[in-house]
């Protein structure tokens, strides 16, 4: 059974940095895709980035690129998301996936069979 565990929210300063982790385990294969999503109170779920487990191909949001910087221990089972320069459009549950069908036409945009439960990003002054 997959299991994704989230960490490193907190309370961060505008233009400040986080560094949220999400350790996986239960992986039966390298081929699995990983993404990140954030979910901000009253809007919808968006996805920040993605990354294949096996060879880390990443793609990004267009409106975060640049700023935000996914990538994978293998040793560690873990993905890191880095957000640099935060903005107060920023908060939110940030949540990472993960599904077997791996990194491929659609990017990001697949069904994730493989949630964790979150944590909160909150960014103010």
């Known amino acids: 059974q997959v299991q994704l565990v989230e960490s490193g929210g907190g309370l961060v300063q505008p233009g400040g940095s986080l560094r949220l982790s999400c350790a996986a385990s239960g992986f039966t294969s390298g081929y699995y895709v990983i993404a990140w999503f954030r979910q901000a109170p009253g809007k919808e779920r968006e996805g920040v980035s993605c990354?294949?487990?096996?060879?880390?191909?990443?793609h990004y949001a267009d409106s975060l690129k640049g700023r935000f910087t996914i990538s994978r221990d293998n040793a560690k089972n873990t993905v890191y998301l880095i957000m640099n320069s935060l903005k107060p459009e920023d908060p939110g549950f940030y949540y990472c996936a993960a599904d077997p069908a791996g990194l491929g036409p659609a990017a990001c945009d697949i069904e994730y069979a493989y949630w964790g439960q979150g944590t909160q990003v909150t960014v103010s002054s």
């Open positions: 990354i294949s487990w096996g060879d880390g191909r990443a």
